[in-house]
């Protein structure tokens, strides 16, 4: 585990992920205290990707359950494979009858088999899926809960036993505790309110989109290859897009996706006719390219403006930029 | 620590932010872990365990400034201004501070605690002697501002200054005696001067944040208590503003609720071709069991809305909640009226909500400034727009029934009652004052299936909830 808050904000740079001290404080304190973590914020801002990376940093195997609506047990926790069981029965025909020589009466014949039922009701026919698999597994995991607000409420109370106890009951069998306690993060876009109960027993984080400066970092980090330049200029253009009242504002993930296709399209320079052929990487809704072309009209008539003056006199008007 | 993390849970719940007892334990927990030297991740473990909703973060970051910054921060800056009234830099003061020590060892033997920790700067221990003296003048009922001298008198005694001032007398008389060069006699004597100033200071900056504290959760309280329960005949320009920000908070609130009823509506009737298809693996043996989806319907809404001055705003607060939540009902229609009834569906689907609202309320449609004659609209409606109304239709009048005398056509309510599923009438006058003067209310009343006082925004919620319930 962490030894310290900087150890985390250490090991995930070395992953690729640039967590502010907060993020880190969150991690670290979940990693102490054995608590999941829900993560809230807005889309695209790296909430699953906190979770990749918490797995590749500590070097746990991640285990990911993405949850979307009439989610239930038998696709979480487990099933009995029931095929498999079937397939036994049919085949294991003749111990049966073994079994059943001797027996007088229909009775008797009923003890016999209940005696062995444990056989089919054991482990071997259980189908785990991840839930239990982040249970029942030898090394300790990371456990992702994708997008938990699209599942239902009664997913959600299902989940509280095995996120305040570790452990789950299957009925035939019993109940499974955790060998290792699982490093659980629940992510969740806010469709809707999480149930307090839920809430309570989860370390809360609402990661925001990032400022300017940090964003800069991100981009530095992830496309290496994009100009300092031209990385600039996209995330002003992004952050002040995101102040619009779009349908979807354009996330982390956006903001990367475009300077990595400007960089291919080997750009120096955001101008009109790019921005409009390009434009549909970031924004993504019909009414948002709309409104987003208009501002940035008006950004792309600034900086020529800027440009167009640093060309024509480099050294005056350097000067004059310093004057005002 | 456990104390001051419990009252600040408090100060947390009275500000509205829901915080359980087992959270304040994590709380507890988690700064255990985090340590409370670096701010930063302390705030961040209790921002993490205690806060866990979105739209609560700025209060707490508001708390948390107030309530762990005050007292430290303002015993830190009475020391910097000291530092700075003798002009040293960090250097010399340290210099200084431990000159100070050596002096107070050979002089000061039966000098008070208090008296030491403000001259050696141990803010620490000065903090928590404050913190103490503050509780047993119980400086956390501090409510008004003419009680903060009161309070500050109080917390000195409480503290001492008295014998303080009284040993800092002595001291500055010893050091006189003592065989320092002048200069430095001088400042040990501006220093102790300052120190006793500072710690005036303190005090009474100290007093004043805390009703500045209390202040801010009366406020915080108040404000929201008065908006939900004032009537929208009374809001004030800067009101209205706040309004238009709560409706649409209690609009979400409403969705989020709805969106887990929904969930829970029954499950409908069986469906055996699912069953079949989804057992097939397992030969045709129905392991499990397939329903239909029960399809719930969403209403159609009409909506009257009376846009004359006695009533515009709980027009406007009525037509934003419903088209905030539009995509709850399967149609909305709007219609507003005076004495001329007109359509303006249309402009709430090209623009923005609030824009929408502008047109349909500033006479752009119908003429605002006439007299209300709910007779003529409703006659008008019957003739011109009855294809609206269907058997599944709600329909809502929102409106005084004030009809100035005229006509009350109430026989046109009745029509349109025959052809809707039900008719909602939502009245912003008090029930009291309805069939008084030209108040038509008992004679509209019988046709509609249900009406409702509508003042404030707790009724309007109340009925938009009751409306998409069913």
């Not at chain 1, 027996?103 to 209940?114: F, H, M, S, Y």
């Not at chain 1, 434009?279 to 020529?304: F, H, M, N, P």
């Not at chain 2, 932010?17 to 705030?43: H, I, K, M, N």
């Not at chain 2, 499990?288 to 909506?303: A, D, T």
């Amino acid at each position: 585990m962490f030894s310290s808050i900087e150890e985390v904000i250490e090991r995930f740079a070395a992953q690729k992920y640039i967590a502010s001290r907060r993020i880190a404080t969150v991690v670290y304190l979940a990693a102490a205290l054995r608590k999941p973590i829900l993560v809230e914020g807005p889309a695209g801002v790296g909430k699953t990707d906190l979770a990749k990376v918490l797995a590749l940093a500590l070097g746990h195997d991640l285990i990911r359950l993405q949850c979307y609506e009439g989610l239930d047990e038998g696709k979480a926790l487990y099933e009995w494979e029931y095929a498999k069981q079937l397939l036994y029965t049919q085949i294991l025909k003749d111990k049966i009858s073994e079994v059943l020589t001797g027996a007088q009466g229909l009775a008797a014949a009923v003890d016999r088999i209940a005696k062995e039922d444990e056989v089919f009701f054991s482990e071997r026919f259980v189908l785990p899926r991840p839930l239990l698999k982040a249970i029942t597994a030898d090394k300790p995991v990371v456990l992702l809960i994708d997008e938990i607000d699209k599942a239902d409420a009664e997913f959600e109370a299902f989940l509280l036993e095995l996120l305040s106890d570790f452990q789950v009951t299957v009925p035939e069998i019993g109940t499974f505790k955790a060998r290792q306690v699982p490093l659980v993060v629940l992510t969740s876009n806010n469709a809707r309110e999480m149930s307090d109960a839920l809430k309570r027993r989860c370390l809360h984080l609402y990661i925001d989109f990032p400022d300017r400066e940090q964003e800069l970092a991100i981009i530095k980090l992830k496309a290496p290859e994009a100009a300092d330049r031209l990385a600039g200029e996209v995330v002003t253009v992004v952050q002040s897009l995101r102040k619009l009242d779009l349908k979807k504002s354009p996330g982390i993930s956006e903001t990367i996706d475009w300077v990595k296709a400007l960089t291919l399209l080997n750009v120096q320079h955001l101008d009109q006719d790019l921005v409009n052929e390009t434009l549909d990487t970031i924004v993504k809704y019909e009414g948002d390219v709309r409104k987003a072309q208009e501002e940035l009209k008006e950004y792309v008539r600034r900086a020529r403006a800027r440009r167009g003056g640093e060309a024509g006199q480099p050294g005056p008007a350097s000067d004059k930029d310093l004057l005002n | 620590m456990d104390d001051k993390l419990v009252e600040f849970a408090n100060l947390l719940r009275q500000n509205g932010v829901r915080v359980s007892l087992a959270e304040t334990l994590d709380a507890l927990a988690a700064s255990g872990v985090t340590g409370l030297l670096d701010r930063e991740s302390f705030r961040a473990a209790l921002r993490a365990t205690m806060v866990k909703r979105a739209s609560e973060l700025p209060v707490f970051e508001e708390l948390f400034e107030v309530y762990f910054s005050g007292l430290g921060e303002i015993i830190k800056q009475a020391g910097q201004g000291v530092q700075e009234a003798l002009s040293m830099s960090d250097q010399e003061f340290q210099k200084f501070l431990d000159q100070v020590e050596e002096m107070l060892k050979q002089q000061g033997e039966k000098l008070s605690e208090l008296a030491r920790e403000l001259l050696q700067n141990r803010s620490g221990q000065l903090e928590k002697r404050l913190r103490e003296a503050a509780r047993a003048v119980r400086l956390q009922g501090i409510e008004r501002t003419i009680e903060e001298n009161y309070f500050a008198r109080a917390l000195a005694r409480a503290l001492g200054l008295d014998k303080l001032e009284q040993e800092i007398r002595e001291l500055r008389e010893q050091i006189q005696t003592l065989d320092y060069g002048n200069a430095l006699k001088a400042q040990l004597e501006k220093y102790l001067d300052r120190r006793l100033k500072a710690l005036e200071d303190i005090i009474r900056r100290y007093v004043r944040m805390e009703r500045e504290k209390r202040d801010l959760r009366a406020r915080e309280e108040q404000r929201l208590h008065q908006l939900s329960d004032k009537s929208f005949y009374y809001l004030s320009d800067e009101e209205l503003e706040r309004m238009k920000e709560a409706v649409t908070r209690l609009a979400q609130r409403l969705k989020n609720a709805l969106a887990v009823r929904r969930k829970h509506a029954k499950k409908g009737r069986f469906d055996i071709k699912r069953t079949l298809r989804h057992n097939l693996e397992y030969g045709g043996v129905p392991f499990k069991l397939r329903f239909e989806k029960r399809r719930r319907e969403k209403p159609q809404v009409v909506i009257l809305c009376d846009v004359s001055d006695s009533v515009r705003n709980a027009s406007r607060f009525m037509l934003q909640f419903v088209y905030s939540l539009q995509d709850l009902y399967s149609r909305v229609r709007s219609f507003v009226f005076v004495s001329d009834i007109g359509e303006v569906t249309e402009h709430f689907r090209g623009n923005d909500i609030k824009e929408a609202l502008d047109i349909a309320l500033k006479g752009d449609v119908i003429n605002v400034y006439a007299h209300s004659d709910f007779g003529r609209a409703f006659r008008n409606f019957v003739g011109d727009h009855i294809g609206a109304v269907n058997k599944r239709t709600t329909v809502i009048v929102l409106g005084d029934a004030r009809n100035n005398y005229n006509l009350p056509h109430d026989w046109c309510l009745r029509e349109i009652r025959q052809r809707a599923r039900r008719i909602i009438w939502l009245n912003p006058e008090s029930r009291n004052t309805w069939g008084f003067g030209d108040s038509e209310m008992e004679r509209y009343a019988p046709h509609c299936d249900l009406v409702e006082e509508c003042r404030n925004l707790n009724q309007l919620y109340r009925v938009v909830d009751h409306l998409v319930a069913r």
